[in-house]
């Protein structure tokens, strides 16, 4: 109020000061007749009065003027955005695509139990691995696979170091970018798909979860934790095996080879995963067995357990954690992993200005 009333005053000194006039206030002749008091005015103090009338009436415009401007500015300012506190966009995708609103909490749910139990572990995700990781993984059938696709299309065997590199990718991927046999779309194609024939008949139809993998999803399933399994085999390749194990239906989303262009390092699928679980990627853990997986996972701004399955455990340090088996992890391991500095809690701190 106090910076309305001084540009009210402003105003009515830009009005009234005015070098080529001056306001000179005169008192009206007061003459006494009787008991009834009468006013004289002259001509000239008539027009003076009205001129002073416009002027008032010029000044008070103004000054409304002013303050609704002022009483604007200062709706804008604490003005709260639709979709940030009245709970239509917390915690969920409905009116933004992404990234998700970065909350536990969800106002939108009116329903006290579910809320608990998104308060309780709801607000992080879990992006799994397939093979090796979950189920059984023979890493030898994947070279034994490449050799013989090779010795196939009359092409010179791949050397160790060359399939050490490719694992992980997708065999589009590898065959163009690695093995340099092709370029053709199509070509692409038949090649990876007979890779991938080649594979499935090595492997036969030998399904076996690890050692303490079920034990582990069953209780991410008790404690409603959303999951996603990624990976660069074909989707057919990967419902096969869930049913073969007991899981289909457990998983809120599969990410597999058709759904992305490139495998790892690229985090593509583990962000593409992220989005299906509606879950912002600071809060996803994802579960590998290699470091090209560690290194997916943290261009993806994501942390990471490696399950040293086919790696030796000081091979795989730069992850967050490193297990043996699953379910030598806790939820309080999840939840300390996928704790975040957030200004939702306070724990923002202001950022200091260098000179």
């Not at 139990?117 to 490449?146: H, N, S, T």
């Not at 759904?259 to 593509?268: I, L």
Request: proline residues 5%; contains cysteine.
């Amino acid at each position: 109020m106090d910076s309305i009333c001084a540009s009210t005053s402003i105003i009515a000194h830009q009005v009234f000061d005015r070098k080529s006039q001056s306001v000179v206030c005169r008192i009206p002749i007061v003459e006494f007749a009787g008991r009834r008091v009468r006013r004289s005015w002259s001509l000239r103090m008539v027009a003076r009065e009205r001129k002073d009338r416009v002027l008032a009436l010029a000044v008070r415009a103004q000054a409304a003027e002013v303050t609704k401007e002022a009483y604007a500015f200062r709706e804008d300012r604490i003005r709260i955005p639709r979709g940030l506190n009245d709970g239509s966009d917390s915690g969920s995708s409905h009116g933004r695509l992404w990234p998700p609103a970065n909350k536990a909490d969800d106002p939108a749910l009116h329903n006290p139990l579910l809320r608990q139990e998104r308060m309780g572990c709801g607000w992080l995700g879990v992006i799994f691995e397939w093979e090796g990781v979950v189920v059984e993984y023979d890493p030898e059938l994947e070279k034994q696979a490449w050799l013989a696709l090779s010795q196939e299309e009359g092409k010179s065997p791949p050397p160790g170091f060359v399939l050490k590199r490719i694992e992980g990718m997708k065999n589009e991927q590898a065959i163009s970018e690695v093995l340099c046999w092709s370029r053709d779309p199509s070509e692409l194609r038949r090649l990876a798909s007979r890779k991938e024939e080649i594979y499935q008949r090595l492997n036969g139809e030998f399904h076996q979860f690890r050692t303490g993998s079920q034990e582990f999803l069953g209780s991410l399933i008790n404690h409603g934790i959303p999951m996603a399994v990624a990976s660069t085999r074909p989707r057919k390749f990967l419902e096969e095996s869930m049913v073969a194990v007991g899981v289909e239906g457990s998983f809120s989303a599969i990410v597999a080879a058709e759904d992305v262009h490139r495998g790892k390092p690229d985090p593509e699928m583990f962000v593409y995963a992220a989005q299906l679980l509606s879950v912002i990627p600071e809060r996803c853990i994802v579960f590998g067995n290699s470091n090209s997986t560690v290194e997916a996972a943290h261009d993806a701004q994501m942390k990471c357990v490696a399950v040293a399955s086919k790696h030796p455990v000081y091979e795989l340090g730069a992850a967050d954690l490193v297990v043996r088996k699953l379910d030598e992890l806790s939820i309080v391991d999840l939840k300390n992993l996928a704790d975040i500095d957030s200004s939702e809690f306070g724990s923002e701190e202001p950022e200091l200005e260098m000179e």
